[in-house]
Structure formats: C-alpha cells, structure tokens
C-alpha cells in the first residue's frame, strides 16, 4: 500500500533569495497568461488542447527576442508543470461531468466577459475555462519535479535551483517518505515550501485506540459529539467583517494599480488570509 502524503512549511528566504523566487514565479504566471491566450486561439479554431501541444510551445516563447528573461530568470521545469496545470484547467473545462455539478449549484448571474483575439474577434469566458493571472492576486507558485536531481534536504534547509541556495524553512514535523516533488508558494507576502512524498506500507495502518464516539457537523453548533458534547463555531469573517469592510472603503478611495492602492491591496490579502487559517485551523 502506497500513501501520498503533503507537508507544508513556511519558507524564511533571505533578500536576495526572494528577488530570485519572485523571478521565478514571475515568469511562471507570465508563461501561464501568454498560453492562455494561445490556448484561447486555438479554442476558436476548435483545436485540440492537451498538455502536449501547450508544452511544445514553451520554446516558441523562449526564441521570441523579447521574453529573453525566460531564459535567465526561468526555471524550464516549473514552466513546463505550469502549462501541465493550464492543460488540466482545460481538462477539467471540457469534463461533462463537471458542467453537470456546476448546473446543481445556482450562482447569481454575473455580467459576462470577453477575450478579444488577434483578428479582433470576441469570445465570452465561459464558467470553469482558465483565467489570466495578476501579480495584484498575491498568490504564486511553481512546481519542480525530480527533487533528488534539482533539490534536497538539510535540517530545517532546502536547496533550490537557479541560484537560490539553501533557504530556512520552520520544519514544525518530520517528513516521512520519499520526497517526490516541491513546490514553491507565494500568498498575502509570505512564502510556503510543500513536498509530496510517496512511502510504502507492508499493511493497512490501524488505529490503536479502541473506542469511538459519533461526529456531526452543523452551522449553530459546529461538532455534536454521540456522547451530548459540542462545540460552538468560531466565525472568523464575522469577527473580522468590520475591519475587513474598512479596509475595504479606503481602497475604493484610490487610484487602482497606484502605489497606495497596491499597499492597501496587500492590507486586505493579509486580512483574508487571516481569516482562511483561523477557519482552516
């Protein structure tokens, strides 16, 4: 029996190390935008998109003379597993299966939008197709593949490529398993380092306790317990929503895309955020 298995940690890199990370990212969501937008071409021509046909088109962007920083400031790997995820957005778009699920759940009617092709043609973004990423968005990541031959493992270090080094990490577990490949996050201005390890079993894991009680979840009480305990729900948006909703008032008062406003953007990320791990917690 084989278990996947995911550990994340925060990364602490270093000034340098962050130029070279922000770099790396950076070209990662440009490759993503720029096949995008390819990838929408080739939907108006009803042609095929898989992850072969993306990937094979990463060197025409590479030979075009002015996205040179592909090839000092790029990482060829994580481009690659990049385009792999947009051809899995594809995938996941052209599911029926998907479409049906969708249908089940009513969402209000938002105001369509449109992508204008290179002959000045228009086609409306349909619900589920990939979206074009922002920097404004705060949330980037790459994958590498192959850890043993680019990365490893050193205490509470991990060494990347292109550069970058060993770079500390709160190593806050153990990592049990091989480590399979690691990816690099970046959300609301702080970095995060996972690892996907595979490890094998002889058998089945059992649990060594040898009682157990009924767990059900609700909205006014988040667990009852079969033995008459609960648990009440800690609201974290509620707790958060008045501050949230001010900051939210003075962005509105900015000029977009302006300093101020990218300041107080990164404000409200790091307030979401907040409020994503109390919940996930």
């Known amino acids: 029996?084989?278990?996947?298995?995911?550990?994340?940690?925060?990364?602490?890199?270093?000034?340098?190390?962050q130029i070279i990370l922000n770099n790396l990212v950076g070209s990662a969501r440009f490759v993503w935008n720029q096949m995008l937008?390819?990838?929408f071409e080739m939907f108006a021509k009803n042609e095929f998109i898989n992850a072969t046909n993306l990937v094979n088109k990463i060197m025409v962007l590479k030979n075009n003379p002015d996205f040179d920083f592909l090839r000092t400031y790029a990482n060829a790997v994580s481009l690659q597993q990049k385009v792999r995820d947009l051809a899995s957005a594809w995938s996941r778009f052209f599911d029926p299966k998907v479409h049906a699920r969708l249908k089940e759940n009513k969402k209000k009617f938002r105001k369509p939008k449109f992508f204008k092709l290179s002959d000045g043609t228009e086609i409306q973004l349909r619900q589920l197709m990939p979206?074009?990423?922002?920097?404004?968005?705060?949330?980037?990541?790459?994958?590498?593949?192959?850890?043993?031959?680019?990365?490893?493992?050193?205490?509470?270090?991990?060494?990347?490529?292109?550069g970058v080094g060993f770079v500390k990490f709160k190593k806050s577990q153990?990592?049990?398993?091989?480590?399979?490949?690691?990816?690099?996050?970046?959300?609301?201005?702080?970095?995060?380092?996972?690892?996907?390890?595979?490890r094998a079993l002889s058998e089945n894991p059992t649990h060594p306790s040898k009682s157990a009680i009924?767990?059900?979840?609700?909205?006014?009480?988040?667990?009852?317990?079969?033995d008459g305990q609960y648990i009440k729900p800690k609201n974290s948006f509620k707790a958060n929503q008045?501050?949230?909703a001010k900051l939210q008032r003075q962005l509105s008062k900015k000029v977009k895309f302006s300093e101020n406003w990218k300041r107080q953007n990164r404000k409200i990320q790091k307030l979401h955020n907040h409020?994503?791990?109390?919940?996930?917690d």
């Open 242 to 244: 008045i501050k949230l």
């Open 214 to 226: 009924g767990i059900d979840l609700g909205i006014t009480k988040l667990i009852t317990t079969s």
């Open 131 to 162: 979206r074009f990423k922002r920097k404004s968005d705060g949330c980037d990541s790459i994958r590498l593949v192959q850890f043993d031959k680019y990365c490893r493992v050193e205490g509470n270090r991990v060494k990347l490529p292109n």
């Open 1 to 17: 029996m084989k278990i996947n298995k995911a550990y994340k940690f925060r990364l602490e890199p270093n000034a340098e190390q």
């Open 174 to 198: 153990d990592i049990i398993g091989t480590i399979k490949n690691v990816t690099i996050s970046k959300k609301s201005g702080h970095w995060y380092v996972s690892f996907g390890t595979e």
């Open 275 to 280: 409020i994503a791990n109390i919940r996930h």
């Open 37 to 39: 937008a390819i990838s």
